[in-house]
């Protein structure tokens, strides 16, 4: 009872909630706060108790019996080293190619001696329902390590982990009232309320700003020295436009500017990606930052970088245009946007210095310069764009 008291049981609820619902199991917040409450009426420290309080409370269909007694054996029990957790994506795919018919089981806690007329155990050479990959500590390694070392495993997990973040963006103030408890008198309410006391005025009506969430703009460098960052960097602008409920507008560059917002709406990451790798002609090409943003600013700027937009520019700075050219252009950006948000893949390394020509040019006019290499620097960001609000804050905050 005092690890549940300490909070180490309820954390590792939540985790096999986690691991349910990626099953497939119909498991949700409201469930998991029942759950916490109806431990509170038994003993934890007997294990049929709470195997059958969280069978009652988290499984709503007899076909997922065999499925959350698997994964139930394989969570709660006392690993050798470090916690265990699920592979979720292959169980998953498993479960939605095959699932057969199923008939209910009787009622007995788990390592319990089969009784007559059941089903006797699995054999010890037929394959187990849930396989153990990943634990606990492996997935803290691979939240702090760099895109460019990441394996195919990784990134597939990788662009899990993704998916599951949380984007908010600040909103702005427009210049229209509503209905609120504001200081603007709304004196046609106030009329109209008043007329049945002849006149007088007895109720009183207020306006209050209207806010709009800011419009997002995602410039992302494809060019030969970014090849490495390129793939999973599109899976983060992909998941970003997905978890964002405003607009959000897409373009990617090497030597010219393509706009990809199009391309990555859907369902289906993968079809989304392939159909910007068909839409874009110069993929791992050469680097003209500075042709690319002059393309933005003259063609797109009016179009998308109205009502106080946000923009996220994604490059390592390598560039072999004109500098002069790149100057001017993101002078032009900044003056353009309410915040001009430059990141790169290798401001996360500690021996980085941005030397470069490219960076040493656009550094005077970015508002925030933040590393984008891993894991944790995408959820740094999350909670940078959260913190973005109605206000005008000092331009340019370089940031190593």
Same mark, same amino acid.
Request: proline share 6%; charged share 25%.
């Given at each position: 009872?005092?690890?549940?008291?300490?909070?180490?049981?309820?954390?590792?609820?939540?985790?096999?909630?986690?691991?349910?619902?990626?099953?497939?199991?119909?498991?949700?917040?409201?469930?998991?706060?029942?759950?916490?409450?109806?431990?509170?009426?038994?003993?934890? %420290? $007997?294990?049929? &108790?709470?195997?059958?309080? *969280? !069978?009652?409370? =988290?499984? #709503?269909?007899? /076909?997922? +019996?065999?499925?959350?007694?698997?994964?139930?054996?394989?969570?709660?029990?006392?690993?050798?080293?470090?916690?265990?957790?699920?592979?979720?994506?292959?169980?998953?795919?498993?479960?939605?190619?095959?699932?057969?018919?199923?008939?209910?089981?009787?009622?007995?806690?788990?390592?319990?001696?089969?009784?007559?007329?059941?089903?006797?155990?699995?054999?010890?050479?037929?394959?187990?329902?849930?396989?153990?990959?990943?634990?606990?500590?492996?997935?803290?390694?691979?939240?702090?390590?760099?895109?460019?070392?990441?394996?195919?495993?990784?990134?597939?997990?990788?662009?899990?982990?993704?998916?599951?973040?949380?984007?908010?963006?600040?909103?702005?103030?427009?210049?229209?009232?509503?209905?609120?408890? %504001? $200081?603007?008198? &709304?004196?046609?309410?106030? *009329? !109209?309320?008043? =007329?049945? #006391?002849?006149? /007088?005025? +007895?109720?009183?009506?207020?306006?209050?700003?209207?806010?709009?969430?800011?419009?997002?703009?995602?410039?992302?460098?494809?060019?030969?020295?970014?090849?490495?960052?390129?793939?999973?960097?599109?899976?983060?602008?992909?998941?970003?436009?997905?978890?964002?409920?405003?607009?959000?507008?897409?373009?990617?560059?090497?030597?010219?500017?393509?706009?990809?917002?199009?391309?990555?709406?859907?369902?289906?990451?993968?079809?989304?990606?392939?159909?910007?790798?068909?839409?874009?002609?110069?993929?791992?090409?050469?680097?003209?930052?500075?042709?690319?943003?002059?393309?933005?600013?003259?063609?797109?700027?009016?179009?998308?970088?109205?009502?106080?937009?946000?923009?996220?520019?994604?490059?390592?700075?390598?560039? $072999?245009?004109?500098?002069?050219?790149?100057?001017?252009?993101?002078?032009?950006?900044?003056?353009?946007?309410?915040?001009?948000?430059?990141?790169?893949?290798?401001?996360?390394?500690?021996?980085?210095?941005?030397?470069?020509?490219?960076?040493?040019?656009?550094?005077?006019?970015?508002?925030?310069?933040?590393?984008?290499?891993?894991?944790?620097?995408?959820?740094?960001?999350?909670?940078?764009?959260?913190?973005?609000?109605?206000?005008?804050?000092?331009?340019?905050?370089?940031?190593?």
């Amino acid at each position: 009872m005092s690890s549940y008291e300490h909070g180490h049981l309820l954390h590792n609820l939540i985790l096999f909630g986690r691991v349910l619902r990626g099953l497939g199991l119909d498991v949700n917040p409201g469930r998991m706060l029942d759950l916490v409450q109806a431990l509170d009426t038994i003993q934890i %420290g $007997r294990k049929e &108790d709470f195997y059958y309080t *969280l !069978r009652s409370l =988290l499984v #709503h269909r007899h /076909e997922d +019996f065999p499925l959350f007694d698997e994964a139930f054996e394989l969570f709660w029990r006392k690993p050798a080293e470090g916690w265990t957790t699920l592979n979720l994506n292959t169980l998953a795919a498993r479960r939605r190619s095959t699932r057969p018919r199923f008939t209910p089981p009787p009622l007995r806690p788990p390592n319990a001696a089969p009784t007559e007329g059941t089903d006797p155990p699995p054999a010890a050479d037929q394959p187990p329902l849930v396989q153990v990959t990943l634990t606990y500590s492996a997935r803290e390694v691979l939240r702090h390590k760099d895109f460019g070392e990441l394996s195919g495993e990784e990134l597939e997990a990788i662009q899990q982990l993704m998916r599951d973040l949380v984007w908010e963006l600040g909103q702005r103030r427009t210049r229209r009232q509503q209905p609120g408890r %504001g $200081r603007l008198l &709304d004196l046609r309410r106030i *009329l !109209r309320r008043n =007329l049945r #006391h002849g006149g /007088e005025v +007895f109720e009183w009506a207020t306006l209050e700003p209207k806010f709009k969430p800011r419009p997002l703009v995602i410039i992302a460098d494809i060019s030969g020295s970014m090849e490495r960052y390129t793939r999973l960097l599109l899976h983060f602008v992909y998941a970003l436009a997905e978890g964002l409920d405003q607009h959000v507008e897409a373009f990617v560059f090497s030597t010219r500017l393509t706009r990809i917002t199009r391309q990555l709406r859907g369902r289906d990451p993968d079809r989304a990606l392939r159909a910007v790798a068909h839409t874009v002609p110069d993929w791992s090409g050469g680097t003209r930052i500075g042709e690319a943003l002059k393309t933005f600013n003259f063609d797109w700027g009016r179009r998308v970088l109205g009502r106080g937009a946000v923009v996220l520019l994604i490059s390592d700075g390598w560039d $072999r245009g004109d500098i002069e050219l790149l100057r001017a252009e993101m002078a032009r950006l900044q003056r353009s946007c309410y915040r001009l948000i430059w990141l790169n893949p290798l401001l996360g390394s500690p021996q980085y210095e941005p030397l470069t020509r490219g960076m040493q040019a656009a550094l005077p006019y970015i508002d925030d310069f933040l590393p984008v290499h891993n894991l944790a620097s995408l959820e740094d960001l999350a909670d940078h764009l959260a913190r973005l609000d109605e206000r005008r804050y000092a331009r340019r905050t370089f940031r190593h």
